[in-house]
Each structure stands twice: as C-alpha cells, then as structure tokens.
C-alpha cells in the first residue's frame, strides 16, 4: 500500500470550550482522492480548516508528506504544497481574473506539477475568455473555476476542496466533476461535497464523519457495500 500524503492522527479540535473533532484519523494517499462525508455539522469543514493551518487543533498531529504541520501558519501549510478551495470560494472580487491568478503565482512552491497561468486556462478556458474580466463580476461557476485555479497556481501536491458544487447549475457540477476527475492524475485531494452522486463518482477512499467522529473509513468499494447501513449518518443530497 501506497505510503500516506496527508495523515491525521487523533486530532481534536475546538471552537471556544465546544469540542468539534473528536480523535479524527485519517489519509490522503498519493494519486487519490478522498471523500470526506457526513451531514451538515458533522466537523468536515472543521477538519479542512484544521489541515489548512486556519483552525490550529488542540491535540493530535496532522503529518504532510511525513513532517508535522499542525500549528503551523497558513502560510507555511501553503509553502509545503497544500492548495485550499474554501467553501464560499472567497476570491478577490475587485482583482481581474489575471490577477487572481497571478497573486497566487508569486506565493506558489508546493513542490507538485508547476501549474502556470497557461495550464489553469487550458482546463478552465473560460478564464481565459474573462482573464481582464474583475472577478466579482464572474458567475458562481466561473467564481469556482477561478478559485480552483488561483489554488492550482501554488503548484499543490494535495488540494482541499470544500463544498465545490456548492449553488452551482447541474451543467456547471458536471463539467466541475470531468475537471476533477483529470486533475486526480496530478495531484491528490481532499474533497468535502454535499453532493454525493459527484464524491462518490471521484472518490478513491471515503471517510464518514457523524458528530466530530470517525464512522466509517475504506474505499470507495467497501462504502457503496455499506451504504444502507451507513445512511443514518449521511444527510446528503
């Protein structure tokens, strides 16, 4: 078996004195992409912004490529080729389309595939069509595309997608899961997607949160077997 990328080891994680991540383990290996899964405040966010340096956790290591990171800056999380998708995401509305992606472009070292402005707008063309476009201006699926590519740009070995399909039109979620599904020959990803007909069609592994907790970690295969017994845990679309 494939050594792990990203490995959480016991992570407990807090908002104030509430207690959201409860000895969360899991892996990312190299080449594959996770689902990460469960209802509407089950911790998955939370374990995003955890891995991502934005929600340091109280106990537990979170190990990138073998090196601990927890407690890290965001910044620094960045730098060692963690690329963040956030939900909502959170690109620089008054910044053209070129400059969205040029930011990211002067911060990038990942160490994964050097990912230049060429590449990003080979995949998502319509980026190109709207590069002098300023992005607050953009649609919710352009908004998205432009957002994956901004994080493409740091040149990541592991990308954290939160709620990508999130408000999007059935087409747009479509052409979203093709690029996601090229983008797996590449690098590896963490996804977290209410969506699950689009996770299940991607995911290589799924892990299953309820309340902060672990409940089901395995393959694609062993959840789709699963599945019925596991639906109480899922409040999924």
């Known amino acids: 078996m494939a050594t792990e990328l990203l490995a959480l080891d016991r992570v407990n994680a807090f908002y104030g004195d509430s207690h959201v991540l409860h000895d969360v383990s899991l892996q990312v290996r190299p080449g594959r992409l996770l689902a990460l899964l469960g209802r509407n405040g089950a911790g998955k966010s ?9 929600l340091p956790p109280r106990s537990g290591r979170i190990r990138l490529g073998g090196a601990e990171v927890q407690g890290s800056a965001p910044e620094a999380i960045c730098r060692r080729g963690v690329g963040f998708v956030p ?6 509305p008054t910044l053209t389309v070129r400059e969205n992606l040029d930011v990211a472009a002067r911060r990038g070292a990942g160490g994964g595939k050097r990912w230049s402005r060429d590449d990003v707008q080979a ?10 476009q300023l992005a607050g201006s953009l649609s919710g699926g352009e908004q998205q595309m432009l957002a994956i590519g901004r994080a493409l740009m740091t ?16 087409q747009i979620v479509h052409e ?13 990803i963490l996804l977290v997607e209410q969506n699950l007909g689009l996770a299940l069609q991607l995911a290589d592994d799924v892990v299953l949160l309820n309340t902060g907790r672990v409940v089901f970690d395995g393959t694609r295969e062993e959840f789709d077997t699963r599945q019925p017994e596991l639906q109480r845990h899922l409040g999924i679309a």
């Open 155 to 170: 040149s990541p070995v592991l990308l954290l997608l939160d709620e990508p399909s999130e408000g999007l039109a059935p």
């Open 123 to 132: 995949i998502f063309p319509r980026l190109k069509e709207r590069e002098k």
């Open 46 to 54: 939370t374990c995003m912004q955890a891995i991502a340096g934005l």
């Open 87 to 92: 939900q909502g995401r959170r690109i620089f």
């Open 176 to 188: 979203l899961g093709r690029v996601l599904d090229k983008l797996k020959d590449d690098i590896s």
